[in-house]
């Protein structure tokens, strides 16, 4: 019986250093010659993931908690934010003193008033940080921030005079959101998210959810654990995975990502 295996990118498949080891790759790709279906499962979107989806040897990509997916370089499904609602959310910066990502499929727009740097100490200095992260991958997206462009998803920080529980009732009903630790927040339309990207790929292969394993670290992961027959958290995880692991492995960087498919016999 052929297996989908589910892998999150950041922490998982893919080091600090923003780079995916030999073991992993070589992992993947007798795990693919085995029959067995790969899928990088993904908080990013398709505009943050130009460069794995040219290089990595996978058979789709479940891009931006689930608002876009890929099988085999055809689109299956896809989520956009109406214009309307996109206008609504650059407004959260001003009213809660926060910065957002704008993430899409042609990358991430990102532009903050100068007033809310101002008033929020140390929000400047974290843009920056998450700016240069997006460089790296080349996911900043050109064009007009007032402009007409399609998102699925965004992302938001603050500092301690940012006002999160406001943005908690403003999003209500509409966007679920994932607290990741250090005043960083990621907001999912309702309805999707990775669990029900994993669903929604395994419907259209027919696989069943006891032959579907999934690779994490984050908690963001936890909703792909979830829908998930078998999961797999990497050495250093969130601890909040931990109920919901039935697998620790070493990290990316000690061939974890080959130890844990070799324990599961899917190489």
């Given at each position: 019986m052929r297996k989908a295996l589910f892998f999150d990118v ?156 406001g943005v908690y009732a403003c999003l209500a009903g509409k ?16 309805g999707h998210g990775k669990g029900a990207a994993v669903d ?68």
């Amino acid at each position: 019986m052929r297996k989908a295996l589910f892998f999150d990118v950041d922490g998982t498949l893919m080091n600090a250093e923003h780079r995916i080891p030999d073991s992993a790759l070589d992992a993947l790709r007798r795990s693919r010659a085995a029959g067995n279906y790969i899928f990088v499962n993904s908080g990013r979107t398709s505009g943050l993931l130009k460069r794995l989806m040219a290089e990595l040897p996978a058979d789709g990509f479940l891009c931006g908690c689930g608002t876009e997916l890929f099988f085999r370089g055809e689109r299956i499904y896809s989520y956009t934010v109406s214009e309307e609602e996109k206008r609504r959310l650059k407004t959260l910066q001003a009213r809660f003193g926060i910065a957002c990502l704008l993430e899409g499929r042609d990358g991430t727009h990102f532009q903050v008033p100068e007033s809310v740097y101002r008033q929020n100490p140390g929000l400047r200095e974290r843009a920056e940080r998450e700016l240069g992260f997006v460089e790296a991958e080349g996911g900043l997206a050109a064009g007009d921030y007032d402009g007409a462009y399609p998102i699925s998803k965004f992302c938001f920080f603050g500092a301690e005079s940012s006002d999160i529980p406001g943005v908690y009732a403003c999003l209500a009903g509409k966007f679920d959101i994932i607290d990741r630790g250090g005043f960083f927040y990621e907001a999912v339309p309702c309805g999707h998210g990775k669990g029900a990207a994993v669903d929604r790929m395994l419907r259209h292969l027919g696989i069943e959810r006891e032959d579907a394993f999934a690779f994490g670290d984050s908690m963001n992961d936890l909703d792909m654990f979830l829908h998930a027959g078998h999961t797999i958290a990497m050495r250093e995880h969130s601890a909040g995975l931990g109920p919901y692991t039935e697998y620790v492995t070493d990290s990316v960087d000690a061939d974890g990502i080959r130890k844990a498919m070799r324990h599961f016999h899917l190489v």
